[in-house]
């Protein structure tokens, strides 16, 4: 363990997520923990609110049987009780496991048999027959709790969720020292873009830790912080930052249990923490160029001031302020143009903004920084509890930041990101095989990830090892990067290159679903001009066709000759979500898209389908 590590450490010796939960409880329990909208309110839990629950919960799972060494499995979206129930399993000493709430039935019964579920607590009537429909083959599931009462009553055999909060409350401090750090505080199940999902074990020191070694990147206290949680509990990001962070730092969370809500969100709650996968940003900065593109001084306007605010923020990313006249510029630009943006975004009063999970288009993040919002890209895993790399001031465009405190990085010699600190996982629950392909015997978690770092320690990710395209000619091409710069276009909304095994790459690309409607009706392409045209037949417009032909010509222009796409495919339909294309969190599914695709791609080898790339 190195010296830093062993700093981190000694900073959370024994240190548990009850006891940060008891000293919340203890020193804001006043303080707002959760608000959500229900109905045409807004409802909010305090902290005070948030214990009384947990206890009485707690005290009702143990009446079931739940206690040291069980699991209770939670589908549950972004709303109150998910921190209610979470908590609740753990001052029983238990552990709580989180399940995409996209899970077919099939998946629940996987998962809740793999990870021996005693206990289910299920959102509504719809998560609830799923589970009711593999109950039978779940013989560990002895009990089942319904939170919303379905419309036709709660079934015979299923717990009410009101019910069990009226039980006497365990008393908090008791409970807050059943855990030890070396417990199982959860299991986040990969989610699953090829083979069964691995469960990986992260214990109370493992959270712990990573929170203490954030808290010193950072290097200022968030402690009380407003903060939007909208992206799946079953993500060791989401949980970390929102939840976790949450108890130890008594957040004030603002719920969005729907995604296509989280704009809306982030301009009621004004968040003063901000995390997202690349796609939320990419979504604000395709609303913004979209408002913008139908005024075209006020488009003028808005560029002359990010160019002052890129200028500004090149020099905060030499750790210094602005000044002189450039400090002057700044404050014209920012009280009547980009100020003014944010406001309109709910974006103002953000003192950290995050990005991970996946490849940020670097005119994405350098939009953001220009407009005054201190966006910083973090790389990490399941495996680490989350962050490996992070550098929230100095930021290095290209790179995710620098080891964050108490971590060991280095390159294996293929090139492969190794990772070894305390927030390194304690293996694949009941999978040794899979745990020792991942951890070596020195400690060293192999991330899958092939890396660069330079002279400054800055980390680049070239690709994951298992995707990296190689060429009939033996050319490693790294999709991702590929992939990033298409969708730093504007009419380009999602990407994926391929080209494993054959002569050259291609691409599908999918149009943005909020800029490409305004640029089609600038261009005079009407809904109606076309008859049967709606949104996705714009994908076949030939005018559309040859911007995208530009645009594509440019984002290859940062490329060698081998890794250019040569041809490409529009496609209309925007990829969403846990769909055959995209994983929950956004990522692709580069075997389903193969898959579904196939006589589309095979179409663009023959030159049959698609378009090739042309200057302007």
């Not at 968030?222 to 949680?229: A, K, L, M, P």
């Not at 670097?362 to 973090?378: A, K, Q, T």
């Not at 440019?554 to 969403?576: K, M």
């Amino acid at each position: 363990m190195s010296i830093a590590n062993q700093e981190v450490a000694r900073a959370v010796e024994g240190r548990t997520i009850p006891l940060n939960f008891l000293e919340t409880v203890s020193a804001r329990p006043d303080s707002v923990a959760v608000r959500w909208h229900r109905d045409a309110s807004t409802d909010v839990l305090t902290y005070r609110d948030y214990a009384a629950q947990a206890t009485r919960l707690a005290a009702a799972l143990g009446e079931l049987g739940v206690g040291p060494g069980s699991r209770v499995v939670l589908l549950v979206r972004n709303r109150p009780e998910f921190h209610v129930a979470d908590v609740a399993t753990m001052l029983t000493g238990a552990t709580p496991i989180s399940i995409y709430n996209s899970s077919s039935p099939e998946q629940i019964r996987y998962l809740a048999r793999h990870c021996g579920a005693s206990v289910a607590i299920v959102e509504d009537a719809g998560f609830l027959e799923g589970v009711l429909k593999v109950r039978d083959d779940l013989p560990d599931l002895a009990h089942v709790v319904v939170i919303d009462d379905p419309p036709g009553g709660v079934p015979s055999g299923v717990l009410r969720w009101a019910a069990l909060l009226e039980a006497d409350p365990v008393d908090l401090e008791s409970a807050a020292h059943l855990v030890a750090p070396s417990d199982l505080a959860t299991v986040i199940y990969t989610s699953g873009t090829t083979g069964d999902p691995k469960g990986v074990m992260l214990d109370h020191a493992n959270v712990c830790w990573t929170e203490e070694s954030l808290r010193l990147a950072l290097g200022f206290s968030t402690e009380g912080y407003r903060v939007v949680s909208y992206l799946p509990m079953a993500h060791i990001a989401e949980r970390m930052v929102s939840h976790y962070s949450g108890i130890t730092l008594g957040y004030e969370i603002t719920a969005c249990p729907d995604l296509h809500l989280v704009l809306g969100a982030f301009q009621e709650a004004r968040p003063q923490l901000l995390f997202g996968v690349p796609r939320t940003y990419e979504r604000i900065h395709s609303g913004v160029r979209a408002v913008l593109a139908g005024d075209p001084d006020k488009e003028a306007a808005f560029d002359r001031a990010l160019a002052v605010g890129r200028d500004v923020a090149a020099t905060r990313a030499l750790g210094d302020e602005p000044s002189g006249a450039l400090a002057s510029r700044w404050e014209q630009v920012d009280a009547e143009t980009l100020r003014p943006v944010r406001e309109l975004l709910g974006l103002a009063d953000v003192q950290c903004a995050v990005t991970s999970a996946a490849p940020m288009p670097v005119e994405i993040l350098d939009f953001f920084r220009s407009l005054g919002v201190p966006l910083s890209e973090m790389y990490g895993l399941s495996e680490s509890s989350g962050p490996v790399t992070w550098e929230p001031h100095r930021v290095r465009t290209g790179t995710v930041g620098r080891a964050i405190p108490g971590l060991e990085l280095r390159l294996d010699d293929d090139g492969e990101v190794l990772v070894r600190g305390g927030n390194v996982f304690r293996g694949y629950l009941d999978d040794p095989v899979r745990t020792t392909e991942a951890l070596d015997p020195d400690g060293w978690l192999h991330s899958g990830d092939v890396g660069e770092i330079d002279g400054d320690g800055y980390l680049r990710i070239v690709d994951r090892k298992k995707e990296l395209i190689i060429t009939a000619s033996g050319k490693n091409i790294s999709p991702a990067n590929l992939e990033a710069a298409l969708k730093a276009q504007p009419l380009i909304g999602q990407a994926c290159a391929i080209g494993d095994g054959e002569a050259h790459i291609v691409a599908l690309v999918v149009l943005d679903a909020e800029v490409a409607p305004v640029w089609a009706s600038r261009h005079g392409i009407e809904p109606g001009s076309v008859p049967g045209r709606q949104g996705s037949a714009l994908a076949d417009d030939p005018r559309v066709v040859d911007e995208i032909a530009h645009e594509v010509h440019e984002a290859n222009e940062r490329f060698s000759h081998a890794e250019q796409i040569r041809r490409f495919l529009v496609l209309g339909d925007e990829w969403l979500p846990d769909s055959e294309e995209l994983t929950p969190t956004m990522k692709l599914k580069r075997r389903g898209i193969l898959a579904k695709f196939a006589d589309q791609i095979a179409a663009l080898y023959r030159g049959d389908v698609g378009a090739e790339p042309t200057p302007r």
